[in-house]
């Protein structure tokens, strides 16, 4: 197979199998992702061919939610090709794996391909494949029925044989396939859309089951079974199916073609009604019984009435706290929809899983985030409130309450947990509001979405919840896949962020519907090249933007998933765009703000301040907001009001290593200061590499060069992807006298630029090490290149704001200062500036419209 069919770039094999070979491809013309399958081997009678392509043409006028678009039939090398609508996900097939689903899930699974049916049969089009392997499941729990149109080719070549003929032959189709065929096909009759319903109902008892109606060990045994045989209820086999699913599932594997259900419409709409009538049904209670007689003697009835009193005494003293509560909530004075979140407690001796309970309470707040109406205050640093008093942390962030909760399993192995929340008010402490929660720890994502809903209605929200918690009902993980997501995200908030991106990856890997993996992958990858710089931003953009792209098009309504592709693009517009997308999706996520913050920092500094002014509003004990806020007023040359917001992050976080690097880069700009540069620690720098960069500048400006190549040699061993300190190192080299060796390291980075995938993020070392070695001249190549393409512009300011070029080149900061008077690198600077000035007028707009919106209610 070549790397190309028409005008479609194959990336890469899907599977192969008897109907041919299924390709990842990319439509050129349109930019999408397609899945093409080349069927079969080349048809050599070119009548043939053209039947084929004609018979299937109409399924590419077949368009619905849960059906994978056909959009073109081909030919190519004598191969016909389909190209379908790319759909991710797990097949059925696979989702199922030998267990029974989620009653309910199976239940909205089945009424989606109920629906894909109905509509092509009022088409005249017939699937007739139907099985388990044919239907895909979404990360979004979307159904997705998949090869429309492939029975014109069996019909046309043979290629689908009836399990009749394999049997008496001996020949084997697969028992699998087989056990999904209607009685008609198996015996070789002609079929119609009563085919389908039928596939459908055997793929419904799976569902229910976990195992096919109809399988046996062969393939022969399996069409005897299918023909005579009647598989046993399903509720006999899951105890979970209502018996209302026994008569539905009888029907439609009726062996009489006119037996069965006659549409798929008329399915559906059971399905539905059966779904809805399990979900209301609730166990009644008894009624009381009326007394069958009065008391004859009056002393008696005294008694009686005193004992009564009693009753109701005791019945109010013991009752005491959910009557007030009932009060509170009925004739109280109502309450603003804004919350904090306290770190929930994990219950049990399993200290090993004490990040549950705290990563639980993250998980839950972004479900409520995605609830218009609902404001969530200080979601990034909920782990910082532990041993805090409830009702003092709604105080300190005038919160109007405080939601606190436990986690607590049920079993030694987790399979399932309980969890309290409890709602507490600002005042005086006391839980106005409290509500349990059981389910199977693969339901937690369902669970934490009926908790958002349950907690809007308490806090008066009259909004209805988003699209994405309302697929969140439907969705389930992987528990050891999402206990694996919960200690990433865990070590994220700790700053472990190479730490946080495996496990990040090891997440994703072991449950691929878990989105919110794929989306903290990308933004770890993120905060490694900022604030770690084990890899260049070179070696991880690609893994960054993969992680991004699987995210948001799994789930594009979840404000993660935006964020991480806002983080990723390569493009200004592009970058801003996704981010303005999470803000509409999450108002109060104090993250997305922060990285508007930081994508229009060299471009727009004052609006950065304004961006990360909101974002602690959000959240005011973020330590990374007085960060984001110092490198900006760095970069407007406001050095005081830069060490004023230092020293507000060192006293929320005084063990973060950020604070001595923002003093260095204040005295860099400021020569007086320059002289009381204390004695470097070469531990402590490299600990945080953009300030052992800014102590080499720093030890270069005082005579200290060889200081400064002893940290920058410490350095480049650690990180050898950290291409900054090789062009600082350059320069020094060049000015010791080392020019060949300068010369190297810049050829180095010249080839690095030429091989890359995306260049553009290398544009800034080329000039840094142009700078160092004293070539003007290339340096002012490099900055013109960086002026000349947006995504040029997105990647010239640096990750970490504080080693911003854009800055350093106006406040001459070693290397820039070595060409800052060359000519032509003021000739490239102008250029820079004004590329940049057209670019902020561009989006002012749409930045500010993201700031109108108060931010709490």
Not at 170 to 198: I, N
Not at 207 to 234: C, H, I, N, Y
């Amino acid at each position: 197979m070549s790397d190309s069919i028409g005008h479609y770039d194959i990336l890469g094999l899907v599977g192969t199998g008897r109907l041919g070979t299924v390709y990842r491809a990319r439509d050129t013309r349109v930019g999408r992702t397609v899945a093409i399958r080349s069927l079969g081997e080349p048809l050599q009678d070119p009548l043939q061919r053209t039947r084929f392509v004609d018979s299937i043409r109409p399924f590419t006028h077949l368009s619905h939610p849960h059906v994978a678009t056909l959009f073109e039939v081909g030919e190519h090398d004598g191969r016909v090709y389909l190209v379908y609508e790319f759909v991710p996900g797990e097949k059925l097939a696979v989702l199922s794996s030998g267990r029974p689903l989620n009653v309910r899930r199976a239940l909205d699974l089945a009424a989606q391909v109920a629906d894909a049916l109905a509509e092509a049969h009022a088409a005249d089009l017939v699937h007739g494949a139907i099985t388990p392997t044919s239907i895909i499941v979404t990360p979004k729990g979307h159904a997705k029925v998949l090869d429309f149109g492939l029975t014109a080719w069996t019909v046309d070549t043979g290629a689908h044989e009836t399990a009749a003929r394999l049997a008496a032959r001996d020949t084997s189709l697969g028992t699998a396939s087989v056990a999904f065929m209607s009685p008609e096909q198996v015996l070789g009759k002609a079929v119609d859309y009563r085919t389908d319903l039928f596939a459908l109902g055997s793929v419904l008892y799976l569902m229910l089951t976990g195992r096919s109606p109809f399988e046996a060990s062969t393939t022969g045994d399996t069409a005897v079974k299918l023909l005579q045989s009647t598989p046993p209820p399903p509720s006999r086999e899951n105890p979970d199916v209502p018996p209302q699913l026994d008569a539905f599932v009888e029907h439609a594997l009726a062996k009489n073609m006119d037996d069965r259900y006659q549409s798929a419409a008329s399915m559906a709409a059971d399905l539905r009604a059966i779904a809805a009538l399990s979900h209301a049904r609730a166990p009644e209670s008894e009624p009381h019984r009326a007394a069958t007689g009065a008391s004859s003697s009056p002393r008696r009835l005294m008694l009686l009435l005193g004992l009564l009193i009693a009753v109701i005494a005791l019945s109010f003293w013991y009752w005491r706290e959910p009557l007030r509560q009932a009060w509170q909530e009925r004739f109280g004075p109502e309450r603003a929809p804004v919350l904090v979140i306290m770190p929930f407690r994990t219950a049990g001796s399993d200290l090993a899983r004490a990040y549950y309970g705290p990563g639980f309470a993250e998980d839950l707040g972004r479900r409520l985030g995605h609830i218009p109406g609902v404001t969530v205050l200080g979601r990034s640093t909920i782990r910082s409130r532990a041993g805090r008093a409830p009702n003092a942390a709604a105080q300190s962030v005038r919160a109007s309450v405080a939601l606190t909760g436990q986690v607590t399993p049920v079993d030694e192995d987790w399979t399932s947990i309980d969890v309290r929340l409890e709602l507490v008010g600002p005042e005086d402490g006391r839980a106005i509001w409290s509500a349990n929660y059981r389910g199977a720890s693969r339901d937690v994502i369902a669970m934490q979405a009926r908790m958002a809903r349950d907690l809007a209605a308490r806090l008066n929200v009259a909004s209805r919840p988003s699209a994405e918690n309302n697929r969140a009902l439907l969705r389930l993980v992987e528990p050891v896949a999402y206990e694996t997501y919960l200690q990433a995200r865990e070590a994220l908030s700790g700053n472990d962020a190479s730490r946080a991106a495996q496990l990040f990856e090891s997440a994703a890997g072991a449950d691929p519907s878990l989105i919110e993996a794929q989306a903290g992958l990308a933004e770890a990858l993120y905060e490694s090249a900022a604030f770690e710089s084990r890899s260049g931003f070179t070696e991880i953009e690609g893994r960054m933007r993969d992680a991004a792209e699987e995210a948001v098009t799994a789930d594009p309504d979840l404000a993660l998933a935006q964020l991480a592709m806002g983080l990723a693009a390569p493009g200004v517009r592009e970058a801003l765009d996704h981010l303005r997308r999470a803000v509409e999706i999450d108002p109060t996520e104090p993250a997305t703000y922060l990285a508007i913050a930081d994508v229009v920092r060299d471009l727009d500094p004052v609006r950065s301040i304004r961006f990360t002014h909101r974002a602690l509003q959000l959240d005011p004990d973020l330590p990374l907001g007085h960060y984001q806020l110092a490198v900006a007023h760095i970069a407007l040359g406001q050095f005081e009001e830069a060490l004023l917001e230092t020293a507000r992050g060192q006293a929320l976080a005084p063990d973060r290593p950020w604070w001595n690097a923002l003093r260095l880069r204040v005295n860099l700009a400021r020569p007086s200061t320059r002289e009381t540069l204390p004695a470097s620690d070469v531990r402590e720098a490299v600990g945080f590499p953009p300030s052992a960069l800014l102590r080499a500048a720093a030890l270069h400006g005082t005579s200290r060069s060889g200081e400064a190549a002893a940290l920058l040699a410490s350095l480049t061993r650690m990180y050898p992807g950290l291409c900054e300190a090789r062009a600082l190192m350059a320069g020094l080299r060049a000015q010791d006298g080392g020019r060949s060796e300068a010369n190297r390291v810049g050829a180095q980075v010249v080839a690095g630029v030429a091989s890359a995938a995306n260049p553009a993020p290398l544009f800034r070392c080329a000039a840094m090490a142009a700078a160092a070695a004293g070539d003007g001249q290339d340096t002012a190549r490099w900055i013109a290149r960086a002026a000349s393409s947006e995504t040029g512009l997105r990647y010239w300011g640096a990750i970490n704001g504080v080693l911003s070029p854009q800055a350093g080149l106006h406040q001459r900061i070693y290397p820039w200062s070595v060409v800052a008077r060359d000519a032509e690198v003021i000739a490239a600077v102008a250029r820079l500036d004004a590329a940049i000035a057209r670019t902020r007028g561009d989006l002012s707009k749409a930045l500010d419209s993201l700031l109108a919106p108060a931010a709490t209610k």
